[in-house]
Structures are given as structure tokens and as C-alpha cells.
């Protein structure tokens, strides 16, 4: 599984999140406790969350 890097996190060891994508589940991860493991949600749970981020309701 390739992890890639929020472009909004910084080189300065700051709050930074990681994600990958498999076929029907997409990863994230903190950076800086990797060993602590993922969360996984679907496309369909991804898509919703990334829906209220974008318009302020979380």
C-alpha cells in the first residue's frame, strides 16, 4: 500500500496525516504515530467527510 502525505502538513514535524487508496477503502493515518495503526472508510464514507470539511461543518 502506497502512503501519501496530506499536502497541507509541513516539514516541521506539525499535525500531518497520510493516506492511501486500495480498491474499495481509503486509509488515514497520523504521521507521527504510525504504529498506532489507520482508519479505514469506505469511498462512499470518504466522500461524505470530505464533503462536510470542505463546507465548514466539521
Excluded at 502525505?5 to 480498491?23: F, L, R
Excluded at 497520523?30 to 470530505?50: I, K, N, P
Amino acid at each position: 500500500m502506497e502512503w501519501i502525505k496530506s499536502s497541507y502538513s509541513n516539514s516541521q514535524a506539525g499535525s500531518c496525516v497520510e493516506v492511501a487508496e486500495a480498491a474499495a477503502t481509503v486509509y488515514v493515518r497520523d504521521t507521527q504515530h504510525r504504529e498506532l495503526g489507520h482508519l479505514a472508510f469506505s469511498a462512499t464514507e470518504w466522500t461524505a467527510l470530505l464533503s462536510q470539511v470542505k463546507d465548514g461543518r466539521l
